[in-house]
DNA sequence: CTGAATGCAAACATTTTGCATGGAT
DNA sequence: ATCCATGCAAAATGTTTGCATTCAG
């Protein structure tokens, strides 16, 4: 995989840089990660990585199709290795877990799209709702606030 | 419209000010927004609206079920008037353009999802990707390299 | 009058930029 | 030796907070 990076940068005559492959495993290993989120793992192992650093590598590395980001809150990006397969993210507002789907979750969406001619970018997908669990607790709870007040 | 915003105040217990009627018309009025755009326009009819106060009135806007917000960049969100129907952003990341879809477009995916017990919260979708005149011109330059390569 | 809302200033979080230095090729 | 990449510091961008003052109810 970080074969992939000294290659994918000598194509573009960039440089092979310990910090490079430092943030590319950094992003791999810690999955749904936040560019602060890099910098602290990565400093974890090397001393004096600056947060400049990270933003513009992962600007570089989203550039060689080695890492994606999407928006899973209001704050912050998260990046993945695109070594996972692409994947369509489920957000739930109210607990934040994030579950991965299947693109074919959005197949539909996908196909209708195209026939005007837009090509979905499927991997940067985000969909924000409530889940089951959140659903179900925030039921239970109006159920009791009724129950208490007769 | 604006009697509503009175009356879901009133309901909260909440004051009506001349601040947040100017607020929410702007938004009306803007379309998709950004806080800052708000602040602007805001500004430009009465002086000395304050920041904080923007940011502080979208958010009561939202709570009451007035405005919604999407991130159509990656930039600062957007906010749109509920009083449009509920619709689903379709973004072109070339060339900026925003698209608004009817709900029937992910009405799959809502499905898919509801199956799971999860609830997609459709007016907050952001679907990102290239449409169809970005895709053509970008063909065209394509070719046009390939030729002058010849 | 009372407490909610505003303005202001400062803090905060995140990202970008310019420039000198360092290091990969 | 070249010139790309890094570190550093400062600035830019976007948002939040505490507190005194104002004003809607």
Known sequence: MSDDLAARLREQGLRLTPQRQLILRAVEELG???????LAHVRSQVSSVNASTVY???EV???LGLVRHTHLSDRAPT?????EH???HVVCRRCHAVRSYDPSLVGPLVAALSEDGFTVDVGHLA??????????SSERNAIA???SKE
Not at 32 to 38: L, Q, W
Request: glycine content about 2%.
């Open 56 to 58: 513009r590598t992962l």
């Open 86 to 88: 692409e994947h369509v």
């Open 61 to 63: 590395l989203e550039e």
């Open 127 to 136: 969909i924000f709702g409530e889940c089951a669990e959140c659903a179900a």
């Open 32 to 38: 749904h990660a936040t560019p602060d989120d890099v």
């Open 79 to 83: 990046y993945h290795s695109t070594t």
């Open 145 to 147: 606030r009724t129950l």
